[in-house]
Structures are given as C-alpha cells and as structure tokens.
C-alpha cells in the first residue's frame, strides 16, 4: 500500500491529463463551426502520442525524485485503458502497450539523471 501511495499524485496526474485533453477537444469541437473542425480533430488524433510524450515526462520525474519502480509505469497503461473506449476507436490498443514502455523509459532515464545530479 505504501508504494501506491508513493505514486498515487503521479497517477492522478496521468488520469487528468489523458482524459482532459480529449474531453476538452470534444466540447470545442461541438461549439465552433466546421471550418474549425478539420484543424481541431487533427490534434485529436495526435491524442495518443500526447499520451505517449506526457506518460514519459511522468515516469521521468517520478524516476528522478523517487527512484525507479515499475508501478508506475503499469498505472499509465491502466489509466489509458478507458480512454481506449471512451475516446479512441480499438486500433489504439497498441497505445496501452507503447505508453507503459515510454512511462519505463521516462522512468529509468529519470532514475540515471537523479542518481548523477541528486534527488530532491
């Protein structure tokens, strides 16, 4: 219990931002008239990747402040599993799979980096 509550303010801030990206794209898509709508479901098809690149930003800091451990990255694939239902279609499946891996990566380069320069 005591390493979930280490990593619980990093899963919460993987669950806003994977959620409120797409949820905010959705409510502007619905106001603005269709000239717009091109340019704004570009971006949301950029979702996934955005997932990608914040997931390792995450593990990054959490791997630096805290030293490295794998729950985390598990959380990100799990936070993303309803997104896959809710806001993606079941091609981005592999997005589960690709984010957990970033998170690792963000998550062992952030360890390297805390080691050499020293924890907060």
Do not use: H, Q
């Not at 030293?67 to 239902?85: N, Q």
């Not at 957990?100 to 952030?110: H, R």
Request: glycine content about 10%; hydrophobic content about 55%; aromatic content about 16%.
């Amino acid at each position: 219990m005591e390493r979930f509550e280490r990593t619980l303010t990093y899963f919460i801030a993987i669950i806003v931002f994977f959620f409120a990206l797409p949820m905010i794209l959705v409510a502007v898509v619905s106001n603005v008239g269709e000239e717009y709508s091109a340019a704004i479901g570009s971006v949301y098809n950029m979702c996934p990747i955005l997932d990608l690149c914040f997931g390792m930003v995450v593990g990054f800091f959490y791997g630096r402040n805290k030293g490295g451990d794998w729950l985390v990255a598990l959380e990100s694939g799990v936070a993303f599993i309803p997104c896959v239902y809710i806001f993606f279609n079941s091609t981005a499946w592999i997005y589960v799979i690709l984010i957990m891996l970033a998170t690792a990566l963000g998550i062992v380069l952030g360890k390297v980096f805390g080691d050499r320069v020293g924890r907060r």
